[in-house]
């Protein structure tokens, strides 16, 4: 395969501890998910993948063929280790930010979490607040709010949505005003389900960022 069919896309997962980042990691690479333990410090995983989309591309377009070169930078979530994030946004700058919420845990401590990921990714933008606060609102960033354990809420993305509006609708709005220029989304998954659907969950996550980043 040439270099030049090859493309990069990264992220960066974050959120509380448990909440499944590393079991999402294990996903997309397509490895086990048993003997997980928690995470003490980042780790960079990488794995060449293909998205769905490409195989109804024509024949004739390059796309068809391509490689995507997937990066996931993965962050413990123990809230003393919260400053590694702002290390990992920083040294890695990656296209995108997963932040993974659990619906079995207590929601105040993923609100902080969230709050912080906004004020962290700030940061990486200019060590002066002001300036800082202004370069947000041009920078083009991309913010995936996932909703994990999806098993343990009736496997229904109408309660992970009804979770999101009840629980953390103000955290997300204030990430949403201060990044303006950015892309905000959001996904419900079950990380730990092995099924058709997990995968094309996951998919649709890379192909959403492919998107941003590259256009059609
Ligand atoms: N029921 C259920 N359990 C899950 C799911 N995803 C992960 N888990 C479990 O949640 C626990 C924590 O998963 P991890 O992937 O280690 O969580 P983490 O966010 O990486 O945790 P830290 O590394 O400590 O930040 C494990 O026991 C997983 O098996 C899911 O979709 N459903
Ligand atoms: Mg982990």
Redesign the pocket.
């Known amino acids: 395969m040439s270099k030049m069919l090859t493309r990069d896309l990264s992220v960066t997962v974050l ?10 990691v294990h996903r997309l690479k397509g490895e086990d ?1 048993e003997d ?4 003490t410090s980042i780790e960079v995983h990488q794995k060449t993948i293909r998205l769905k989309s490409q195989s109804f591309k024509p024949t004739l377009s390059l796309e068809r063929y391509r490689s995507y070169r997937v990066r996931a930078i ?5 809230m003393s280790l919260w400053p590694y994030w702002k290390k990992a946004l920083a040294d890695y700058n990656t296209n995108g930010i997963i932040f ?1 919420i659990d619906p079995t845990q207590d929601s105040k401590v993923q609100i902080d979490a969230l709050t912080q990921v906004s004020n962290y990714y700030l940061m990486t933008l200019d060590d002066d607040v002001v300036r800082a606060e202004r370069k947000a609102r041009k920078v083009k960033a991309i913010f995936f709010l996932v909703v ?5 809420i009736g496997n229904s993305k109408g309660n992970a949505d009804e979770l999101i509006k009840e629980k953390y609708q103000t955290a997300w709005n204030h990430l949403k005003e201060r990044y303006p220029s950015s892309g905000h989304y959001w996904e419900a ?5 092995e099924t058709e659907q997990m995968f094309d969950t996951i998919d649709g996550i890379f192909e959403t960022i492919k998107r941003e980043i590259y256009g059609e």
Request: one cysteine or more.
């Open positions: 959120g509380n501890t448990g909440a499944g980042k590393t079991t999402l998910v997980i333990s928690p995470t993965d962050c413990p979530g123990d993974l994990n354990k999806i098993d343990l998954i079950s990380a730990i389900d």
